[in-house]
């Protein structure tokens, strides 16, 4: 008999097409609109998740209740990275590895950060304004700079951290400095120069780049304290999490004019409200936590997601199991 794989939300048809060969798929979605998440446990669709070997869940939860009825689960997997909407420690209780796909989105990332660096050193957002409002002739008023010998300076230098690494220093010629306690010289093969404390990256750096995950040490790593000792030309990036800077010390900074200017995908509560006061500042471009979502990494992390079934349906532990259960 053919394995089942319940797959509640939209995923893109490469990964669809991996599993379809091999495995009958429960898709709610593909007729009508995307399940989004459904809480009943007697909802009708629900009720497939407890019929099939394998789920994969973008925010779709499994509670600690699903698990403990009667289920054939081999795996979990969740669609991308935060797995928050699965009770781990239940799933690690009933013997179910659980998997994620951190690094369906990592270039895509990694892409979105160059191009908010380049979006602010060449004034793109009040250039294309200016254009917009019949002001062509003022183009002299948003002559820019280029990224070619600045100083980039990145916090945290794990998978997306060492791609922007790569992509500022062999791509623009950027001198790129990095700062993570938890990578060690010897074993970092790349173009970024590992300094000591963040204060030495802080005074130097034309770019500040964040790249970590979050945790006690993290947030608000960058505080009051932390951008007061940045040059008053440098720029922030922050593609991480809204609460590794603190948003308030920022925009204070931004308004007293210390700083060159800062580009935020992500922010300490989301969504970003229409007219936040930060929405007005000039020197800030901010998108909307858009920096993983791109057709590429949807396709990636599509693949990496069906891959992830494939093996542990075949007894292979897949590659990214978070809660260290074995595939049985
Ligand atoms: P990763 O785990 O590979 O890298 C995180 C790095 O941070 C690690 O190298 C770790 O050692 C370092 N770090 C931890 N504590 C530190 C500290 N106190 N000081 C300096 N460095 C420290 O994670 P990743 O895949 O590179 O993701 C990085 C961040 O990007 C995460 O916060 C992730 O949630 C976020 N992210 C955002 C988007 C988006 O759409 N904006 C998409 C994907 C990932």
């Not at 990095?178 to 963040?198: E, H, I, M, N, R």
């Amino acid at each position: 008999m053919r394995p089942k794989v319940f797959i509640p939300e939209y995923m893109a048809d490469v990964g669809m097409a991996m599993l379809k060969s091999s495995c009958d798929c429960i898709i709610p979605w593909e007729k009508g609109k995307p399940v989004m998440n459904i809480t009943d446990p007697a909802h009708p669709i629900r009720q497939r998740l407890y019929e099939a070997d394998a789920v994969i869940v973008r925010v779709f939860t499994i509670t600690g209740k699903d698990l403990a009825r009667p289920n054939r689960l081999k795996v979990i997997v969740k669609h991308g990275v935060g797995l928050d909407n699965i009770d781990l420690p239940a799933a690690t209780a009933h013997g179910i590895p659980v998997a994620y796909t951190p690094t369906g989105n990592t270039n895509a990332v990694a892409e979105h950060t160059m191009a908010l660096m380049l979006s602010l050193i060449r004034r793109i957002k009040p250039a294309g304004r200016a254009l917009l409002e019949g002001r062509f002739n003022e183009r002299n008023d948003y002559c820019g700079d280029e990224l070619d010998g600045k100083i980039l300076g990145l916090i945290g230098l794990g998978r997306i951290g060492s791609l922007v690494a790569k992509k500022a220093a062999y791509g623009f010629d950027m001198r790129v400095i990095a700062y993570d306690p938890y990578v060690s010289s010897d074993a970092y093969d790349g173009p970024a120069q590992l300094v000591a404390t963040l204060e030495e990256l802080l005074v130097i750096s034309d770019f500040v780049s964040l790249h970590v995950d979050l945790n006690d040490e993290t947030r608000h790593i960058l505080d009051a304290r932390a951008l007061n000792k940045v040059k008053p030309t440098c720029r922030i990036i922050n593609t991480s999490r809204g609460a590794a800077i603190d948003q308030t010390a920022l925009m204070a900074a931004l308004q007293s004019d210390r700083l060159g200017g800062a580009a935020l995908d992500v922010f300490e509560d989301e969504p970003l409200p229409a007219h936040h006061p930060i929405t007005e500042l000039p020197h800030v471009v901010l998108t909307p936590h858009i920096a993983g979502l791109t057709t590429t990494s949807m396709e990636r992390t599509a693949q990496a997601s069906a891959q992830a079934v494939l093996d542990a349906l075949v007894g292979k532990t897949p590659e990214y199991v978070v809660n260290g259960v074995p595939v049985c």
